[in-house]
């Protein structure tokens, strides 16, 4: 289900404010697994962590669909979200799938991907937050009912 109404923002403080109104909606208490492919989407968990840092939810990332490598993201002051130890939660309440999922050099099997996480506890309200539309093609959208859709679009100047 999306939301029935567009709404439109700008830069990054936009899209962290879309996602914590996106995180809240949802109810911010449990713990929220984000998703993403290696190296590409664990600074953006980290980045969308700090939006929601002052909710009760403990946030991990799960790279691809390995389940047995999710580490827990946790706040270091002074530096922000990293990657924490091996652990995984016990009340998945939000999945948070990252658009470097439907890059073809990482790329993971909607379906795949889908039982993996099903395989995992918790309620599971899925949240898509992806550039340029990279999980909005019926793949994605049929396999997943997305919550939200968060889509960024970046552009880019070098002079």
Known sequence: MFLK?????????????????????????????????PFTCLPFAEFLCYGIRDLHLKPFFMPSSDSSKIRE?????????QLGGLKSGSDYRIV?????LAIPKYGVPPK??????ERLPGSKDVIAVCLQGSLRSPDWTDTFRFKYLIDTDLAVTME
């Open 5 to 37: 109404s567009k709404v439109e923002v700008k830069g990054l403080s936009g899209l962290s404010k879309c996602f914590r109104t996106a995180v809240e909606s949802i109810g911010g208490e449990g713990d929220a697994l984000f998703v993403g492919s």
């Open 73 to 81: 993201l946790v706040k270091d002051e002074g530096y922000g979200y």
């Open 96 to 100: 948070v799938l990252l658009g470097g």
């Open 112 to 117: 795949v991907l889908k039982e993996a996480i």
